[in-house]
């Protein structure tokens, strides 16, 4: 199977997994007694946590990769992970926003979670940022990698410091808890469901992405060895 | 037969579509000297960029010592002096303390000692206290040579060394790097025309179309061939 | 190691030639103080939360300028590549940068201290003093961060309004704990309530300061 066929398939499994998804959380779990049913968002930011907080890791993993072994790939890859965890970030961010209205009555709230995801959010903002500002060139890519790595490394300080943080001055709510408290056997079937939908909506836009992004590097290096190549035949040797 | 000091395979940089540099095949033997010529934005200041590992080749690849130049160890790194364009001085230092700077980042054992020679071999004794800044651009140029030869370096990359020179300063320049030669160091120098240096021999290559072919016999340099060889 | 000294002792010369320009960013971190005073409108009443505050916003701003001015240095005549191509280590030429900005930014702290106390009706007592220690730990940390950071932005297009925006999301866990510990030293309690705090901030010098000695390499090459 060639990599189009494999994209496709995953195409096809995530459409199948996101239809049994919706219909699982809107016709299936029966809504939390105390929230009504905003609290379904829960099944939509649960997963979403994950896939932003998965790619942003990706992004600093693949930047590893290209700072020891320096194939433009990982590069890509890297770059890929960053655009489409920027997606979830702030699918989660306004999920998460869409949920406060109903429950807490305000737009947003900093308690920790949200806090941390919205630093993340600027994280990624600001990888974006700088791939923007500079040209295509193997240092650019050389920028990325560091700033993703350093960024990652920062995250788990910044879950600590803002836990922390909150501990000593509550949010107006306190955030219901995730994956505890799921009494209902429907409520983790379908948790599970909606994290499996995420994941490989994930994984398919990321390689739709890194697939867009890899053949722009080798329709680049195919055009420099082209250009050697005319060269030779126009210069002599 | 010793280990070239200097050897390139196949080098070859692009620049965006563009090459500018290509199967560029060269070996130096120490004590040797040689001049790439070529005119403006024909890759020379770009192939000795990429000698002294400051740009990265877009194929093949380059040695110094042996090491390739993109991960050259910084015990090879103190035996190279470059000479750029750019004079790599800090305007606001003065010439002495300029030198004295990169003497002390090259680990030379009395860097008072060493500035004070060198700007003494520069011309530039008089001025020794004064900030860079108030410089022209030849006394800068000559500041720059010093500094690149301060540590006594057993290969110099030299980019248009005489470029914003006078003739006293051109001949200033000319003798650091035949003294150079005559200590056993090797010098790959550029320029846009082959300059008169007495008393040593040099190959002459010439980069055309990105390429590096080499030009003259180095005894028909010496019998002055070479200005009519040029005279196009 | 004589080339991180001989770096440290040149960016220190180069920053005392300067002169005014070191005073005008040294002034301008303490107007910082000045707006927040009339933003905050705390002076009528003293709030060591708002003092806090405004303290470590003085200090980032100064942090920022600081770790900006010490890899400037080096684009006057390319002399950034005279540094590469010496035999000095990618790795010392950060230590000594990280040196040159937390000076930097000690000399600015000790300034919005002094005006923060005056300004927001403070004393200066013990709890100024036990300020130092924190504010140590917080310069460590930006500067360690904003050194790496610059040598990324300073050669981006628009790279002076791209060193913030990289800087402070990533500096977010020390900046809350460090304002949180300033305000509780301010309010006089004892650093053993603040361990929490203090581990943090400890944890975020060491992880900083690690990372930019091993990845200065990958940013600072001249490709």
């Given amino acids: 199977m ?20 919706l219909f699982m959380v809107f016709d299936y779990v029966p809504p939390e007694a105390e929230q009504g049913i905003a609290q379904l968002i829960f099944y939509f930011h649960v997963p979403l946590a994950w896939v932003a907080f998965a790619s942003f890791g990706l992004v600093a993993i693949a930047g590893i990769f290209y700072l020891w072994l320096g194939d433009q790939l990982w590069d890509d890859l890297g770059y890929a992970a960053a655009e489409t965890g920027m997606v979830f970030c702030t699918l989660m961010i306004v999920a998460g926003s869409i949920w406060a209205k109903p429950i807490w009555g305000t737009w947003w709230t900093w308690d920790s979670r949200l806090t941390t995801t919205f630093i993340l959010w600027l994280m990624y903002g600001g990888y974006l940022m700088l791939r923007a500002s500079a040209d295509d060139t193997p240092q650019t890519a050389r920028f990325g990698a560091v700033l993703g790595i350093v960024a990652v490394l920062d995250v788990p300080i910044v879950i600590a410091s803002v836990r922390l943080w909150r501990t000593i001055h509550p949010a107006v709510l306190v955030t219901k808890q995730g994956g505890h408290g799921l009494e209902d056997p429907r409520m983790v079937a379908t ?47 | 037969m010793s280990a070239p000091v200097v050897e390139t395979h196949s080098l070859a940089k692009t620049y965006g579509l563009a090459p500018v540099l290509r199967e560029v095949d060269l070996r130096m033997l120490a004590g040797t000297g040689a001049f790439i010529i070529g005119g403006n934005g024909a890759g020379k200041s770009t192939l000795l960029r990429m000698l002294a590992g400051l740009e990265a080749p877009s194929g093949g690849r380059a040695l110094i010592f042996g090491q390739d130049t993109r991960r050259l160890a910084a015990r090879y790194r103190r035996r190279i002096g470059v000479m750029a364009h750019e004079s790599f001085l800090y305007p606001m230092l003065t010439a002495r303390e300029n030198l004295e700077f990169y003497a002390e980042l090259f680990s030379l054992a009395d860097p ?25 651009r030849g006394m800068e140029q000559r500041l720059s040579a010093a500094r690149a030869m301060l540590a006594d370096p057993a290969l110099l990359l030299v980019d248009e060394p005489f470029a914003s020179l006078d003739h006293d300063g051109a001949e200033i320049v000319a003798s650091l790097l035949r003294g150079a030669i005559e200590r056993g160091a090797s010098v790959i120098a550029t320029a846009h025309a082959v300059p008169e240096i007495d008393g040593v021999e040099f190959a002459v290559f010439e980069i055309s179309r990105g390429l590096l072919l080499p030009l003259v016999h180095k005894e028909e340099v010496r019998r002055g061939r070479i200005r009519s060889l040029l005279g196009r | 190691m004589s080339g991180f000294a001989a770096v440290l002792r040149k960016d220190l010369r180069l920053e005392l030639r300067s002169g005014e320009s070191t005073l005008a960013l040294l002034a301008l971190s303490m107007l910082v103080l000045v707006v927040l005073v009339f933003a905050l409108d705390a002076a009528r009443v003293r709030s060591v939360d708002a003092a806090a505050g405004a303290l470590w916003v003085a200090m980032v701003f100064a942090g920022m300028l600081g770790a900006n001015r010490a890899l400037l240095a080096e684009r006057d005549n390319g002399a950034i590549r005279g540094l590469l191509l010496s035999p000095l280590d990618p790795a010392t030429l950060y230590a000594a940068k990280l040196a040159a900005a937390f000076i930097f930014m000690a000399v600015a702290e000790v300034g919005a201290v002094i005006l ?19 504010l140590i730990l917080g310069a460590i940390g930006f500067s360690a961060l904003a050194t790496l950071l610059s040598a990324i932005t300073g050669r981006t297009r628009g790279g002076d309004m791209l060193l913030p925006i990289l800087a402070v999301p990533i500096f977010v866990p020390a900046l809350i704990a460090g304002v949180k510990a300033s305000a509780a030293a301010l309010a006089g309690a004892p650093f053993s309530t603040m361990g929490d705090w203090l581990k943090i901030m400890i944890a975020f010098d060491v992880l900083f300061v690690t990372a930019g000695y091993l990845l200065f390499e990958y940013v600072i090459g001249q490709d």
């Fill in chain 2, 112 to 136: 008072r000692a060493s500035a004070e020679l060198w700007l003494g071999r520069v011309g530039l004794a008089e001025v020794a206290d004064a900030r860079v800044r108030t410089f022209s």
């Fill in chain 1, 2 to 21: 060639n990599n189009s066929a494999i994209r496709n398939w995953l195409g096809y499994a995530t459409l199948a997994l996101m239809v049994a998804a």
């Fill in chain 1, 191 to 237: 948790l599970l469901v909606c994290v499996a939908a995420f994941t490989l909506l994930w994984v398919w836009l990321l390689m739709l992405r890194f697939n867009q992004l890899l053949t722009r590097s080798r329709m680049g290096a195919l055009a420099v060895r082209i250009a050697f190549a005319s060269a030779a035949v126009a210069g002599g040797k």
């Fill in chain 3, 116 to 134: 923060m106390v005056l300004f927001f009706n403070l004393d200066f007592d013990g709890s100024t003093v036990r300020l130092a220690p924190i």
